[in-house]
């Protein structure tokens, strides 16, 4: 079983930064991949990044490409997001998914473990 926390979110202005992180327990955490998803009210549940298990191979959605970078620390089992130029349309729930398989997934469906959630809030 694997359990994933994510760090808590925040409150920030419009262009500021935010990082998040989600430590998992496990000692397989370095061999699956990884991602970030978010959902904000009354929307879909939508695919930020992700990572590979080496951080070989690295993926964004457009909406937050070039703002948005993923990373992991497989020594300490913890997974980052660092949020720059946040926008007020990039406020959700954001959640960290473990996937069991070492490849990319893009997609809910694709992953295994999820976090409880933590907000994000951008203000205008």
């Known amino acids: 079983q694997v359990q994933l926390v994510e760090s808590e979110g925040g409150l920030v202005q419009e262009g500021g930064s935010l990082r998040l992180s989600c430590a998992a327990s496990?000692?397989?955490?370095?061999?699956?991949?990884m991602g970030w998803f978010r959902q904000a009210p009354g929307k879909e549940r939508e695919f930020v990044a992700a990572i590979s298990w080496s951080a070989g191979n690295i993926y964004y959605a457009d909406s937050v490409k070039g703002r948005f970078t993923i990373s992991r620390d497989n020594a300490k089992n913890t997974l980052y997001l660092q949020m720059n130029s946040l926008k007020p349309e990039d406020t959700a729930v954001y959640y960290c998914?473990?996937?069991?398989?070492?490849?990319?997934?893009?997609?809910?469906?694709?992953?295994?473990?999820w976090g409880q959630g933590t907000q994000v809030t951008v203000s205008s």
């Open positions: 496990g000692r397989t955490f370095s061999t699956y991949a």
């Open positions: 998914a473990l996937r069991k398989n070492s490849g990319l997934g893009y997609f809910r469906g694709e992953y295994d473990y």
